[in-house]
């Protein structure tokens, strides 16, 4: 559900990624698989399984519960998936099949998975195709490290990021304040759902702000802007125009993660729809000192993983 880019240092890039495959394999061939590890979830899922229980045992907890995902069903659908679910609840075997957990021999519940797992599938260059910007003035998705135009990379990264401050602040006016969106993500626990802080950051008067300014452009000559400014995150605009140049200025240089002699070097942990957690907030520096470190005769491939 995600892509990013990672920079695979020397020969044989593909065989160095297979390590971090996924695993897209059958019960009977990923319990085989060398890279697959069971991790044992036996009491989180039984008390999961309580909880759903609970929830499914009547028609109105149920709605209740899901209000958020069912305030546009209609009453049929909304009992239909309260019986789709209740079946289920009917025993642990069903709630197992139904999430897709391994019951053991042994009783143990859990899933086989690769704990290393970064992609699905790969591309090189893929939707980054051209990433690297060579002395010669050419683009590619592989070259030698002597022959890439390092400081040519960090200008234009410079260039885009002014570039598209001044995008935000044409349709913004003033840049929103707002608490980042971090700030609700560290809340969220069994009694303060996701939904719960996605509609706190949302409902923020910069948040709010930010999303009337870009609804203002929609049927004018502007539209253009719009599409493409819906995209920018607004946490990332909380600072000054200088100060968001100085910290992007690498972003058309580094890499999302870098594979060096069989380590993984990465900004965070990816997870879907491109959201990253545990982001470093000197990635960049780490990127910069791995890459002073790579010899002028390596190479250097750029991958589109997907996740």
């Known amino acids: 559900m995600s892509h990013s880019t990672v920079l695979i240092v020397g020969k044989d890039p593909e065989k160095q990624l297979e390590p971090y495959w996924e695993l897209d394999l059958s019960y009977e061939e990923i319990k085989e698989d060398p890279r697959a590890v069971f991790e044992d979830e036996t009491e989180t899922v039984k008390k999961e399984f309580?909880?759903?229980?609970?929830?499914?045992?009547?028609?109105e907890k149920h709605n209740e519960y899901f209000a958020n995902y069912l305030k546009d069903k209609t009453e049929d659908e909304k009992v239909k998936e309260w019986e789709d679910g209740k079946k289920t609840t009917e025993s642990i075997e069903a709630h197992c099949e139904g999430d897709g957990y391994t019951i053991l021999e042994d009783g143990r519940i859990g899933s086989y998975s690769n704990p290393n797992a970064k992609w699905d599938w790969y591309q090189l260059g893929g939707r980054w195709s051209g990433y690297l910007m060579l002395k010669d003035g050419t683009r590619a998705d592989q070259a030698y490290k002597k022959d890439i135009d390092v400081d040519a990379m960090i200008k234009r990264g410079q260039d885009e990021a002014s570039n598209r401050y001044d995008k935000m602040v044409e349709v913004c006016g003033i840049i929103p304040i707002i608490s980042k969106w971090k700030t609700y993500y560290k809340k969220i626990s069994e009694t303060y759902t996701r939904d719960q802080a996605i509609d706190d950051y949302h409902n923020q008067a910069?948040?709010?702000?930010?999303?009337?300014?870009?609804?203002?452009?929609?049927?004018?000559?502007?539209?253009?802007?719009?599409?493409?400014?819906?995209?920018?995150?607004?946490?990332?605009?909380?600072?000054?125009?200088?100060?968001y140049i100085k910290r992007h200025k690498y972003q058309c240089f580094s890499t999302f993660a870098v594979l060096k002699d069989n380590k993984w070097y990465e900004k965070g942990e990816m997870g879907w729809f491109g959201i990253v957690s545990d982001e470093k907030d000197d990635w960049n520096k780490s990127f910069v000192k791995i890459f002073d470190s790579i010899d002028d005769d390596q190479l250097l491939s750029v991958y589109d993983l997907h996740i």
């Open 50 to 59: 309580e909880k759903y229980k609970e929830i499914y045992s009547t028609l």
């Open 206 to 243: 910069g948040s709010k702000h930010f999303h009337n300014s870009l609804k203002k452009l929609r049927d004018t000559d502007k539209e253009g802007l719009r599409k493409e400014v819906t995209w920018y995150e607004l946490d990332d605009y909380q600072c000054s125009k200088d100060e």
